[in-house]
């Protein structure tokens, strides 16, 4: 009897030995299986996200490309004017950008356009850039003061940068003298080449507009215009021969343009003569360099890489007498 009962004990008890793995098993596998969907739960709620994510990003996108192409109604000082929200926003950094980017309120007029207060006649010219990057020439010069000032109210444009119009008593060939606080400068010495650097640093970024008025004795090498470094030597030309090298308008008449050295790189419909007025306009941002004679516009050099490196305003004068004054405006 004690036997029979001992054997019964040992084989219960490796039954529940035998349970206890088959538990332990079923155990292993359950929190396996857990992990597994927690997982599968996990990368789901994840894609899930990364879906919404870039469906919201389309929908954005769309939104954006309609407003894009939104037709925009103006009132600007009174005359209507009507144009795509992407041209009023295509400069990111402009007051017009801004305003039309969809975040602020704009006022109204009765006939439910934007109204803006400025200038009409005006404003057509800064439409006018917007819609081709160029700016338009203005008739005259209090047209182009206009111009600039509305071009600064609304941040488009090259930055104006502070200049020194003066021409720099350090930079200068011997055969020069300065007069009247550096806005005057004349040829004292015999008939030759003499160079003269305006301001007092190269430009390196933004805009410049500076006026001189030329008295020349007789056509002869006179040259404004820009030089990439400081000449070794101030008693030397350039734009017009193989001296120092630089880009400048010069007074022939027989080869107008802009030239570096003796290599025409633009053309131009204008020379000048004593008493002219000559207005150059370097933009280094963009490359351009720009001029005018007496406020016609008569020649440009666009998007000149070199330019871009920045430069120094200069000139070239040659006949004793020769007078060029500074006009400040």
Avoid at 169 to 178: C, M, Q, R, V
Avoid at 291 to 306: F, I, M, Q, T, W
Wanted: glycine share 6%.
């Amino acid at each position: 009897m004690d036997e029979l009962f001992a054997k019964y004990q040992q084989e219960l008890s490796e039954e529940r030995k035998a349970l206890q793995l088959k538990k332990m098993k079923f155990n292993d596998e359950y929190e396996k299986d857990k992990e597994m969907l927690f997982r599968e739960q996990e990368s789901f709620l994840e894609e899930r996200q990364r879906f919404e994510e870039e469906e919201s990003a389309f929908d954005e996108m769309v939104q954006t490309e309609e407003q894009r192409d939104e037709v925009i109604l103006l009132n600007v000082g009174g005359k209507n004017f009507s144009t795509l929200r992407s041209t009023l926003t295509r400069y990111e950094d402009s007051m017009l950008s801004a305003m039309f980017s969809g975040r602020h309120h704009l006022g109204k007029d009765n006939d439910d356009r934007i109204f803006i207060d400025r200038d009409p006649d005006i404003f057509s010219m800064i439409l006018e850039f917007l819609r081709t990057g160029i700016i338009p020439m203005p008739k005259n010069n209090e047209e182009e003061e206009l111009l600039r000032r509305e071009m600064d109210y609304f941040a488009l444009g090259p930055p104006r940068i502070p200049f020194l119009e003066r021409w720099n008593a350090k930079w200068k060939s011997d055969g020069l003298t300065l007069r009247d606080e550096g806005r005057t400068v004349e040829v004292i010495g015999e008939d030759r080449d003499h160079i003269v650097i305006m301001g007092d640093s190269k430009i390196t970024h933004g805009s410049v507009t500076v006026t001189v008025q030329v008295t020349i004795p007789r056509p002869n090498r006179y040259s404004f215009g820009v030089l990439p470094d400081i000449p070794a030597s101030f008693n030397k030309g350039f734009a017009y021969k193989s001296g120092v090298l630089g880009w400048g308008l010069h007074d022939h008449t027989s080869a107008l343009g802009i030239y570096c050295q003796t290599q025409l790189v633009a053309p131009s419909t204008l020379g000048y003569v004593s008493g002219d007025l000559v207005t150059m306009t370097i933009d280094v941002d963009r490359g351009d360099l720009i001029y005018k004679v007496n406020g016609v516009k008569c020649a440009e050099l666009l998007s000149s890489e070199v330019l871009k490196m920045g430069v120094y305003i200069a000139a070239t004068l040659f006949n004793k007498g020769a007078i060029w004054k500074i006009v400040e405006f």
